[in-house]
């Protein structure tokens, strides 16, 4: 099978760790200093899934706040998307939730994923499973993530894979 | 051509890349292209190497036609890796050129970092925003409930300072009948007294003094908490004022054997309110003498260096533990154990002391050891050691006029309560015609038909109350120029100034302490009334 490349698309608040995720994804790094990230990161990530090699290129989208707002243009051929929330942060679950509504305007039903991120800060968290409860009965796919720990990164990232390129036979 | 390789050039050491798109699509690069370039887009399909870039340049197919339209020129930074794995930041602007088509595509470097920097500066202090509206909404909840504890407050101090001045006026009313009457026994007023007796109404007036002393403390102390004291300030000189203090301290010396020595401050004046002065001085000279035992010595010492006076009150008394310095400032604190059972006073004397002193600016500092003496030194600014001509200045006792009987002179006494009352008319009535009334109507009905040379008048009467009545005095052609003294316990911060400012000719706080003090109050006004009458 000749290899494919799929465009995902990391959304969500700022400092929530979607370049952390997509670091530990790529590099197996976590870095505890952080860095805002300016414009569009642009990463690659080949794998395999099933007989198909798989380039996904990840477009690593500045957190969105009052200086940045998202471009509409760069979700453009985005194959899925991962929504990234900071559990620490009740607020951020709000933006991505607002995010989602206007990332499906760009991009039509495509594949996407809900990470709860900072996993290893669970007892701070402000997000319960209450709150997550209304998305997973609308068929929100949700996993929780530790950039820090690695812990559901590689499942967040290729189950996301799995579903773009939908049933295998 | 030159110009083209100097623009080049320029271009190189912007980390900038010119490229031009031919008709085919295949970018071109413009002169040589740098290392950098190569390695972050190794072949000629640059959409390839960046889809980042691909993106964008999709957005700038025609890279702008003649019209302007909405697509785009510049791309926005973005970071990819080059062929080396290293991240490299860029951004991208597209320009139609004279009919070529141009994308200038620019290495960010080193000031990527500076940028970011900001942003992410940025982008925290938006965060702290978040915070910081949290905080300010706890700070509104704060403030929201600190205004009521304010209110709170303010009514709580408010019924404070009403208590405080019900409490002394109800107290200086029965005070007043006991200094008064105490002192008519000692003047042997109603008869001899035996020597036991004379001990008795001695016992008796110190203390009803000491009951004023407390009295006038607390009212001090809570002023001057309240920040209510307001200092006079005025220039005189030192040692007339010490000398006005050292007469009244001075049989407490001698009552208890003690040798009180005092020198300096010849020559010397400070800018200070006088009476609040005497009061810093007597407070320290009467502690030193109360806890220092009989045949010991108490001293003062004033001095004037560099503007700032120096009072030093010094005693070979029992002396105050150090752990105990700081807490002998505080209010109704008085040396434990090392007091060897003397109580004496209200334990607010060195508490007013210490605010007064610093009311004026200066300083008050405590040198002592349990059985070794005390040391007190007070500072206060604004001193000098011009020499200055003493102000005539008449104390109290040469103050007191020579009382010669004036039966033809009628004093009219309007006061409800009958011991004081009777007070009065015995203080008065050796040199006096002495009417009195218990109420004001009873005093009106009667100057109408006989008006007095003079009106001694409570405030605090029943029906009509004092200033109501010498309204009526006062709008009364044939009585409004008879001189009215208020005699009043209402002794409040104000309450003299409240009953001046009504058109009373003279103010006498209760108690009376003797019947000097009424005569002083009495002769200046009727001479004045005889100048202007004649």
Redesign the interface.
């Known amino acids: 099978m000749p290899p494919i490349q799929k465009k995902i698309c990391m959304a969500g608040a700022f400092a929530v760790g979607k370049t952390s995720l997509v670091r530990r994804y790529v590099e197996s790094i976590f870095s505890e200093r952080y860095q805002t990230t300016v414009g569009v990161k642009i990463d690659k990530k080949q794998l395999q899934i099933g007989d198909q090699q798989l380039t996904l290129v990840l477009w690593d989208l500045a957190g969105e706040d009052d200086l940045a707002q998202l471009r509409p243009s760069h979700l453009r051929g985005a194959s899925g998307f991962i929504l990234v929330v900071d559990g620490c942060r009740r607020a951020t679950l709000d933006a991505a939730i607002d995010l989602h509504r206007r990332i499906v305007a760009e991009t039509g039903p495509v594949p996407f994923v809900l990470a709860l991120n900072k996993m290893d800060l669970a007892g701070q968290w402000e997000i319960h499973a209450a709150d997550i409860e209304p998305l997973l009965r609308q068929g929100w796919a949700c996993t929780r993530t530790s950039a820090k720990e690695g812990t559901g990164v590689e499942e967040l990232f290729v189950d996301l894979a799995r579903n773009m390129l939908g049933p295998i036979p | 051509m030159t110009e083209r390789f100097i623009a080049l050039e320029a271009l190189s050491v912007l980390n900038i890349v010119a490229l031009e798109r031919r008709e085919d699509g295949v970018f071109v690069v413009v002169g040589q292209p740098p290392d950098w370039f190569h390695r972050t887009f190794p072949d000629v399909d640059l959409s390839g190497a960046?889809?980042?870039l691909a993106?964008f340049l999709?957005?700038s197919a025609e890279f702008q036609p003649s019209e302007p339209g909405p697509e785009?020129r510049y791309s926005?930074?973005?970071?990819?890796?080059d062929s080396a794995g290293e991240e490299r930041?860029m951004?991208a602007w597209t320009a139609r050129i004279g009919g070529r088509r141009v994308l200038l595509v620019h290495l960010l470097g080193e000031e990527?970092e500076p940028?970011?920097a900001a942003?992410?500066k940025?982008?925290e202090t938006?965060?702290s925003y978040?915070q910081l509206g949290n905080v300010t909404r706890g700070l509104a909840d704060a403030k929201q409930q600190l205004e009521l504890r304010n209110r709170e407050v303010e009514r709580i101090n408010q019924l404070k300072n009403e208590f405080l001045a019900s409490m002394s006026h109800e107290l200086r009313t029965p005070l007043n009948a006991i200094i008064g009457f105490s002192s008519l026994l000692a003047e042997h007023s109603a008869g001899p007294l035996n020597s036991e007796q004379q001990s008795y109404v001695s016992h008796v007036a110190r203390a009803s003094h000491h009951l004023l002393d407390l009295i006038n403390d607390i009212l001090d102390l809570s002023k001057i908490e309240a920040g209510r004291l307001e200092l006079e300030p005025e220039l005189f000189p030192v040692e007339e004022a010490t000398r006005e203090v050292l007469s009244t301290i001075r049989p407490l010396a001698r009552d208890k054997s003690i040798l009180l020595a005092a020198g300096g401050g010849a020559g010397c004046q400070v800018f200070a309110d006088r009476v609040r002065f005497k009061q810093i001085l007597y407070n320290l000279l009467s502690n030193a003498i109360k806890f220092t035992p009989a045949k010991g010595e108490v001293r003062l010492h004033t001095e004037v260096a560099e503007g700032q006076l120096t009072i030093i009150v010094s005693d070979t008394g029992i002396g105050i533990p150090r752990e105990e310095h700081d807490a002998i400032f505080q209010k109704f604190h008085q040396v434990g154990s090392g007091t060897k059972g003397i109580r004496e006073g209200t334990g607010l004397g060195l508490a007013i002391t210490k605010r007064l002193v610093e009311q004026h600016g200066g300083q008050i500092r405590l040198e002592s050891e349990a059985g070794h003496g005390s040391r007190f030194a007070v500072t206060l600014p604004n001193a000098s050691c011009e020499r200055i001509e003493p102000a005539p200045r008449i104390s109290a006792v040469q103050a007191a006029p020579a009382v010669s009987a004036h039966p033809h002179v009628r004093i009219a006494v309007v006061e409800d309560n009958p011991a004081n009352r009777v007070l009065f008319e015995t203080m008065l009535k050796p040199v006096y015609r002495v009417a009195s009334y218990q109420n004001g109507v009873e005093a009106l009905a009667a100057f109408r038909l006989s008006p007095p040379d003079l009106v001694l008048l409570d405030i605090a009467l029943p029906g009509p109350d004092g200033i109501q009545v010498l309204r009526q005095i006062r709008a009364d052609a044939r009585l409004r120029s008879i001189p009215v003294i208020a005699v009043s316990a209402h002794a409040m911060s104000g309450d003299r100034e409240r009953f001046l400012a009504a058109g009373f000719d003279h103010y006498i706080a209760k108690p009376v302490a003797d019947r000097a003090a009424l005569f002083q109050a009495i002769q200046p006004l009727l001479s004045s009334r005889t100048r202007a009458v004649s």
């Open positions: 960046s889809p980042y993106d999709a957005e785009k926005g930074v973005w970071t990819q890796r930041a951004e990527f940028r970011r942003l992410q940025a982008r938006a965060l978040e």
